[in-house]
């Protein structure tokens, strides 16, 4: 069933945008296909205490790589001039490593999380930052079929350093492969993007930034909010909650969210130069409304199938796969569901909102996301977990499907005027 539907939906993905999308596709099915068959595997043998400290090692890694990017990857997309371009991507790479020093910072704070874990997820968050940067550039340069490469290496690096821990009993073996994942990836996007290097002239970088301050003064910051908004649940709720409960909420929102990364991720990294292309060409918004639609509604039916499926036919599985130390998992699965459902419908598209200038609703949204949180572990910290969980994707579900009335109302009123 699941390979009729990935079939489907390559045949669909053509007709629509021939074979760029289907090239990145392809590697994020195999990534994520590894991630949440070899996830489940782990998350067994690891247990859930363990499966919980490593979804905290992902939340820091996640929140670190966006904020050492300065919205580097908007520069490179859409720079038009290949001198500027490549200046962009070497410059951006020696400021995000002057970043990162400086992040080491945050192990002299008490969080009450361990040192070696924080300084494991900023040193990965680089290591993520790298890799994505030098993704856009072959993306930029339709070079396919090589990000395809980079999104399947640390998937599969990772998974077969986390089995070979399991039997060799290192400590934090889910943490270290994952590093050694994101290392290996790093490896291959120096390799697959030095000939795009070049010495960089920070001179020129910066008047290229000062003709885009919009992304440093909007895009930025929401881009900032919107990874703290995604990913600091787990990282509050290792603050009241225990670690194994922790895990089942971690593995429930990594099955919940690998159909919406596999898919929705491989559609945005070919809709965003493309969508601002077809701006450019035309007068005005309706070509751009077609295809904008097409693609958010195309992502959201898949989705909805694919959740059907895990709801209806994964958790019973997933109950006989494991013990009672996971006994939340499936309760966890479906309410999110309803959340992540409604952000399927603006995941792809997202970036429309900066063709469209409006990066100050992005910036609000993902202040709103910051807020979803706090009320989430604000009630689930009185109530109960389950409660957390309900507030949480019921927030989530309301906000997202808000947003895309309102994306859907901007082309209506361009079309009004």
């Known amino acids: 069933m699941i390979f009729y539907i990935y079939k489907m939906f390559l045949n669909k993905l053509k007709k629509i945008n021939n074979n760029h999308i289907t090239s990145i596709f392809k590697?994020?099915?195999?990534?994520?296909?590894?991630?949440v068959l070899g996830g489940l595997l782990l998350a067994k043998y690891y247990g859930a205490s363990d499966y919980g400290t490593f979804g905290i090692y992902l939340s820091i890694t996640s929140i670190i790589s966006v904020l050492l990017s300065f919205a580097q990857e908007h520069l490179i997309i859409l720079e038009s001039k290949e001198e500027d371009l490549n200046n962009n991507f070497s410059s951006s790479s020696l400021i995000s490593v002057g970043a990162m020093f400086f992040c080491f910072i945050l192990v002299f704070i008490p969080f009450g999380i361990s040192k070696a874990i924080i300084i494991?997820?900023?040193?990965?968050?680089?290591?993520?930052?790298?890799?994505?940067?030098?993704?856009?550039?072959?993306?930029?340069?339709?070079?396919?079929?090589?990000v395809s490469v980079l999104t399947m290496t640390d998937a599969i690096v990772s998974f077969l350093f986390q089995v070979l821990f399991v039997f060799v009993k290192v400590e934090h073996g889910l943490i270290i492969g994952s590093l050694l994942g994101?290392?290996?990836?790093?490896?291959?996007?120096i390799f697959f993007s030095k000939r795009h290097f070049s010495f960089p002239d920070f001179k020129r970088y910066f008047q290229t930034v000062k003709k885009r301050m919009d992304l440093i003064k909007f895009t930025?910051?929401?881009?900032?909010?919107?990874?703290?908004?995604?990913?600091?649940?787990?990282?509050?709720?290792?603050?009241?909650f225990t670690s194994s409960l922790l895990g089942e909420y971690t593995l429930a929102v990594k099955i919940?969210?690998?159909?919406l990364l596999m898919i929705s991720s491989s559609i945005a990294t070919v809709y965003y130069p493309k969508a601002a292309q077809i701006k450019n060409r035309e007068k005005d918004l309706s070509?751009?409304?077609?295809?904008?639609?097409?693609?958010?509604?195309?992502?959201?039916?898949?989705?909805?199938?694919?959740?059907?499926?895990?709801?209806?036919?994964?958790?019973?599985?997933l109950q006989l796969f494991f013990n009672k130390d996971w006994e939340n998992l499936g309760q966890f699965i479906f309410i999110m569901s309803f959340g992540y459902l409604s952000r399927s419908l603006i995941n792809p598209i997202s970036d429309i909102l900066i063709i469209l200038k409006k990066n100050k609703i992005a910036l609000y949204f993902n202040?709103?996301?910051?807020?979803?949180?706090?009320?989430?572990?604000?009630?689930?910290?009185?109530?109960?977990?389950?409660?957390?969980?309900?507030?949480?994707?019921?927030?989530l579900f309301i906000g997202y499907g808000i947003l895309y009335l309102y994306i859907l109302s901007l082309f209506k009123k361009n079309e009004s005027n």
């Not at 994505?132 to 090589?146: D, G, H, P, T, Y």
């Not at 994101?182 to 996007?189: D, G």
């Open 27 to 35: 590697g994020n099915f195999v990534s994520k296909f590894v991630l």
């Open 220 to 240: 930025y910051p929401s881009t900032l909010i919107n990874a703290v908004g995604n990913n600091i649940m787990p990282i509050l709720i290792s603050l009241y």
């Open 182 to 189: 994101f290392f290996t990836a790093f490896i291959a996007a």
């Open 287 to 317: 070509g751009l409304f077609k295809y904008t639609k097409k693609i958010s509604l195309l992502n959201f039916y898949i989705i909805l199938t694919l959740y059907f499926l895990i709801n209806l036919i994964g958790i019973p599985v």
């Open 256 to 259: 919940i969210s690998v159909p």
């Open 367 to 395: 202040i709103y996301l910051v807020l979803a949180n706090i009320t989430a572990i604000y009630i689930g910290s009185e109530k109960g977990i389950t409660y957390l969980v309900v507030t949480f994707s019921l927030l």
């Open 120 to 146: 494991l997820g900023i040193l990965s968050g680089y290591l993520c930052v790298f890799t994505n940067n030098s993704k856009f550039l072959l993306a930029r340069k339709q070079q396919f079929k090589i």
